[in-house]
């Protein structure tokens, strides 16, 4: 059975810094690609980062670029999201994901699947 699990959320004051885990089972996290993506209230669901499994490349959503880093520990059979300058607009539930099939647009939800419960970023003072 696929399943990702993401931890790491916490409650934390503009201009910190979190880092969140998604842990993969059921199948070869490394051979898949892993997207990050986050649901604010009464917002739709949007992609984060993504991070390919073959090379590690990553892609970005403008809105974090330059401020969260994701990478992969594939012998843990997890990856991370460094998440760094956190704004209160990054407030969220934050959820990992693997495409459900061979092609997919890292910031589109669609193409992703299963969910988890997310894990809950709260950016205030």
């Known amino acids: 059975q696929v399943q990702l699990v993401e931890s790491g959320g916490d409650l934390v004051q503009p201009g910190g810094s979190l880092r969140l885990s998604c842990v993969g089972s059921?199948?070869?996290?490394?051979?898949?690609?892993i997207g990050w993506f986050r649901q604010a209230p009464g917002k739709e669901r949007e992609g984060v980062s993504c991070?390919?499994?073959?090379?590690?490349?990553?892609w970005y959503a403008d809105s974090v670029k330059g401020r969260f880093t994701m990478s992969r520990d594939n012998g843990k059979n997890t990856v991370y999201l460094q998440m760094n300058n956190l704004k209160p607009e990054d407030t969220a539930v934050y959820y990992c994901?693997?495409?459900?099939?061979?092609?997919?647009?890292?910031?589109?939800?669609?193409?992703?699947?299963?969910w988890g419960q997310g894990t809950q970023v709260t950016v205030s003072s």
């Open positions: 991070i390919t499994g073959r090379d590690g490349t990553t």
């Open positions: 994901a693997r495409p459900r099939g061979g092609t997919y647009f890292p910031e589109d939800p669609l193409f992703f699947g299963p």
């Open positions: 059921g199948f070869p996290l490394d051979q898949y690609a």
